[in-house]
């Protein structure tokens, strides 16, 4: 056990380094100057050299990212060029609206792609299966703003049901943000549940043509509890393993999401910090990011030993 952990986090570390660097290098990559974009155009060059000097710009890229993965080693992204004050408090100040937003989208998907996709395995090529299997490449053909636009425009402009854009004000109650988060997690869970009902129906069609699954319905068991207690369970490995790639891609996909519905959660605030070239907090997010993705991915693999005792850490 204590291998394990020891290997999976050297290897979290790993990623982690890598990430790093490639963040650091991409941003420097891309065209543009934050200083440039700060100051604005009016800027002389002697003000842009003095500003790049407050922020270390004016010196070489390896000493550049030798003190941000200091800072980073010390628990500190970095101080943000245009909002200045730290990454840190940035992220934390956005991430509400991100979170719930992701947990409301993944149980959304969740709800509608284990169903879908158990129901589709179980009457395979019926007009049942045809539906949900065509409903699956519909939603995992479809672009998340242009679905977003259409609610918007049914469920916001036409029937009034929900908010056009935003999060409430900073003194709203918890119910009206999360009312305000309903529309733009339909759009996440639905279309996310695409990849869910697919790898649902594999798995469980690999299941149902085992032994075990003949035997148990030679035994007279209700065709339920041996979908649901006998197959569903030595299927759910696959299943837990899409249900945590989800949650990443509900990160990612908040991003356009957020933008769409107008949410001031990290996605916005690293699509505004890519506008404006503050590498800081594109660094800073990125890297969280890529953190939560390898303890999802770490967590994952813990949970197959409980869900499927066969599985030995």
Not at 78 to 98: D, H, K, M, N, Y
Not at 129 to 139: H, K, N, P, V
Not at 151 to 161: E, N
Not at 199 to 226: C, N
Request: hydrophobic share 55%; aromatic share 8%.
């Amino acid at each position: 056990m204590f291998r394990f952990l020891a290997t999976r986090f050297a290897g979290m570390l790993v990623v982690l380094a890598i990430v790093a660097v490639l963040v650091f290098v991409l941003t420097r990559a891309a065209s543009g100057d934050p200083v440039s974009v700060l100051l604005g155009d009016q800027a002389t060059a002697t003000d842009i050299a003095r500003v790049q000097r407050e922020y270390g710009l004016d010196k070489p890229l390896p000493v550049q990212f030798g003190y941000w993965l200091r800072e980073v080693l010390q628990g500190n992204l970095g101080q943000s060029i245009f909002l200045q004050r730290p990454v840190t408090q940035a992220l934390a100040e956005r991430a509400e609206p991100t979170t719930l937003l992701s947990l409301m989208a993944v149980a959304i998907a969740a709800l509608i792609g284990l169903p879908c996709g158990i129901v589709s395995a179980v009457f395979r090529g019926k007009a049942i299966d045809q539906f949900f299997t065509g409903i699956a490449m519909l939603g995992a053909s479809i672009p998340s703003f242009w679905f977003g636009i259409v609610l918007i425009q049914i469920f916001a402009v036409s029937l009034g049901w929900f908010p056009v854009s935003g999060y409430g004000a900073p003194d709203a109650p918890f119910a009206e943000r999360i009312h305000s988060l309903i529309l733009p997690a339909t759009v996440l869970g639905i279309l996310n549940s695409a990849l869910i009902i697919r790898f649902t129906r594999a798995s469980m069609l690999d299941v149902l043509g085992e032994d075990y699954v003949r035997t148990a319905r030679s035994k007279g068991l209700s065709e339920s509890t041996v979908v649901l207690k006998h197959a569903l369970r030595n299927a759910l490995v696959p299943i837990v393993t899409v249900l945590g790639l989800t949650v990443a891609l509900m990160i990612g996909g908040a991003v356009v999401t957020e933008t769409v519905f107008g949410l001031p959660g990290v996605g916005s605030l690293v699509v505004n910090a890519v506008l404006r070239r503050d590498y800081p907090v594109i660094q800073g997010a990125l890297l969280v990011i890529a953190g939560i993705y390898v303890l999802i991915n770490f967590s994952i693999d813990l949970l197959y030993a409980v869900v499927d005792p066969r599985v030995k850490v």
